[in-house]
């Protein structure tokens, strides 16, 4: 599980193995020789050299930064540290090899629930089960109504004293998960990979104000990314990509001392705490707009928001 200890152990390097493994191993044979991957860049210029910065793309499949880090690696940019769910850690192997890869793993509130479910039940949590609690955490309903759908067993975890304790345990987790980014893109030399919708879409959805958060504690410089067609790459789990061309559009780097400027904060904040959050939240939103509208001008038509 995800927990404080997990995160405390994660050591991020500037020169990650798992990259290079992957890269070497899987990558190269995969889009050079089984394969024909044609990987485009629009605006490569963009990308700055001299400085570290957030990159915020659509998700549209599951493995659609592989071809963007792959790129990266041949062109000598630094090396990359990205977000993932926790969910993906689950699977111990699986988990290994994304902590040598230098991936953050981003515990939500639903892996929270489902989690301490299967720690107390020895089972995963029923869709209608997970469905009411996370509906009475989101506030879309209320207690009464929210255990009135639960059973007997699950409420005996369940209950108003202990959600309290699982949104706290979440904003602990994910102060940590801020703590990691914020020295990857500080002081170990990495860029920093976010899809700020947070899950998988065709088209782009709604962003999260994390990205905008992290942005504005750090100081550096978003740049948006449009990936166009990784998904008809990457068609399921596995993860190797059939033959195509997928097209990176870089778009204009947004920073505190220019188009982000009316959002800056002059003052300590907390990340990912309730008080920042309310404190800010026009700031963290207003962030998060002008960075999702960017992101869609970058995209195809079939990849663009309805």
Not at 133 to 145: F, L
Not at 186 to 203: A, M
Request: charged share 30%.
């Amino acid at each position: 599980m995800i927990d404080e200890k997990y995160l405390d152990n994660i050591r991020l390097s500037s020169t990650p193995i798992g990259q290079k493994i992957i890269g070497t191993l899987v990558l190269i044979p995969n889009y050079r020789l089984f394969q024909n991957v044609d990987i485009r860049f629009e605006n490569r210029e963009r990308i700055p050299r001299d400085e570290t910065v957030i990159f915020a793309m659509n998700h549209t499949d599951r493995y659609n930064y592989w071809p963007f880090q792959y790129q990266l690696w041949k062109w000598q940019y630094p090396y990359t540290t990205v977000w993932a769910k926790g969910k993906y850690y689950r699977n111990r192997l699986v988990g290994k090899m994304l902590d040598i890869s230098n991936v953050i793993p981003v515990p939500s509130m639903g892996y929270l629930v489902e989690e301490f479910y299967r720690r107390r039940f020895g089972r995963k949590i029923g869709k209608e089960e997970y469905r009411a609690i996370k509906d009475w955490i989101d506030g879309k309903a209320d207690e009464a109504a929210s255990l009135a759908r639960l059973g007997k067993e699950t409420k005996t975890l369940f209950q108003k004293g202990f959600i309290e304790h699982l949104k706290d345990y979440h904003q602990l987790l994910m102060e940590k998960v801020a703590e990691l980014s914020t020295k990857a893109i500080r002081e170990w030399g990495l860029n920093l990979i976010i899809f700020p919708e947070g899950t998988r879409s065709l088209r782009l959805g709604t962003g999260r104000t994390g990205i905008a958060q992290i942005a504005l504690y750090s100081g550096k410089k978003i740049v948006p990314v449009g990936c166009n067609n990784s998904d008809r790459l990457y068609t399921g789990h596995s993860p190797f990509a059939k033959s195509g061309a997928v097209t990176y559009r870089i778009g204009e780097p947004l920073s505190v001392d220019g188009r982000l400027e009316e959002f800056r904060i002059t003052e300590p904040f907390k990340l990912f705490s309730r008080e920042s959050q309310q404190k800010y939240r026009v700031q963290f939103e207003g962030v998060t707009k002008v960075v999702m509208d960017s992101i869609n001008e970058l995209l195809d038509e079939r990849h663009r928001r309805l």
